[in-house]
Nanobody, 127 residues
């Protein structure tokens, strides 16, 4: 499966953005999916994950209540709605897909659980 992330940009603190991740090739409903991010000089970190059906989601504590992950399998697309953005949310955001046998929180939050990655989209939040 090929993943294409989009929707990043420059936004002021307190603003909103919606990221999209379009999947092509094998249908996205085969895979659990997730968003990770990497800020300059920092390691890649988990943001949110969603099960194949969309029935189970996990969000990092740092984004709970502000970000919401969702997916539309009919459109082969995953989304990340980001509200109340903060300067510390500035990062390149990557989408990922994986065939995780058991979609537990431990496995869903690890980058090594995912087999396919998009190219990343830059989100910059100004103060």
């Amino acid at each position: 499966v090929q993943l294409q992330a989009s929707g990043g940009g420059l936004v002021q603190a307190g603003g909103s953005l919606r990221l999209s991740c379009a999947a092509s090739g094998r249908t996205s409903s085969t895979y659990h999916m997730a968003w990770f991010r990497q800020a300059p000089g920092k390691e890649r970190e988990f943001v949110a994950a969603i099960s194949k059906s969309g029935g189970t989601t996990y969000h990092a504590d740092s984004v709970k209540g502000r970000f919401t992950i969702s997916r539309d399998n009919a459109k082969n697309t995953m989304y990340l709605q980001m509200n109340s953005l903060k300067p510390e949310d500035t990062a390149v955001y990557y989408c990922a897909a994986g065939l995780i046998v058991t979609f537990s929180m431990v496995r869903a939050t690890k980058s090594s659980s995912y087999d396919y990655w998009g190219q990343g989209t830059l989100v910059t939040v100004s103060s």
